[in-house]
């Protein structure tokens, strides 16, 4: 059975911390690994990440996988109380339909 | 970008009743579809596959006599929660598309009362 695991389950932090969140995962035939944001609703993409060693950056906030580990990280820089969300990590594998598994998420905090 | 809209954002319903929620690709077609539940601060449960023309795929656990997913075009999917318990009451949300191309709907709060 596919997994997805993220950790930790949940931070708070102040404006102007740094902030990592790890996401290690377990499946068949990996395709990709994606981050989302979710704030109230739907989740908002974030990154997809297919190769390993390859950082992907948007702003303050950059994400890298490591094949070898199993894992990702996503990091988000002087952080700010909107980047206070839930942060999901989800892995894309090769099957049909190419359905995501979702780790259970991180839930920020970021207090001013 | 590709957009997914879904509704009703919200409903409340009484027990026993069934309640339906529309996915539509506005500006894509989607020969699949899939439905999620998300309970309070949970992450996304994927419940089923919806695809166009066929039977929807369910994750294991998921009763599909009581999720009923229909899926008979392009652009629209549906899933009709059935005879709805206290216990159903999530949030639902549908995307199409694939990778970082899975679009979501808003999502729907279900409360079943």
């Known amino acids: 059975e596919d997994k997805v695991v993220q950790s930790p389950l949940s931070l708070v932090v102040h404006e102007g911390d740094t902030v990592t969140l790890n996401c290690s995962y377990e499946?068949?035939?990996?395709?990709?690994l994606l981050w989302y944001k979710q704030e109230k609703k739907a989740p908002t993409f974030l990154f997809m990440l297919?190769?390993?060693?390859i950082e992907k950056k948007s702003g303050r906030l950059s994400s890298i996988l490591d094949k070898k580990e199993l894992s990702s990280i996503l990091n988000i820089t002087a952080t700010q109380t909107g980047d206070s969300a839930i942060y999901l990590c989800?892995?894309?594998?090769?099957?049909?339909?190419?359905?995501?598994?979702f780790g259970g998420g991180t839930r920020v905090l970021v207090k001013p | 970008g590709a957009v997914v809209s879904q509704h009703p954002s919200r409903v409340i319903c009484k027990s026993g009743t069934s309640v339906k929620i529309e996915c539509r690709s506005l500006d894509f077609q989607a020969t699949t579809m899939f439905w999620y539940r998300q309970f309070p601060k949970q992450s996304l449960m994927l419940m089923a596959t919806?695809?166009?023309?066929?039977?929807?795929?369910?994750e294991q656990g998921v009763e599909k006599d009581k999720f009923l997913i229909n899926h008979a075009s392009l652009t629209l999917s549906t899933l009709t929660v059935t005879s709805a318990h206290p216990e159903d009451s999530s949030f639902y949300i549908c995307?199409?598309?694939?990778?970082?191309?899975?679009?979501f709907g808003q999502g729907t709060r279900l409360t079943v009362v």
């Open positions: 297919t190769s390993s060693g």
């Open positions: 919806s695809n166009e023309g066929s039977k929807a795929t369910y």
């Open positions: 989800a892995v894309e594998v090769q099957a049909a339909g190419n359905k995501l598994t």
């Open positions: 499946v068949t035939n990996f395709r990709s």
């Open positions: 995307s199409g598309g694939w990778g970082a191309r899975a679009f």
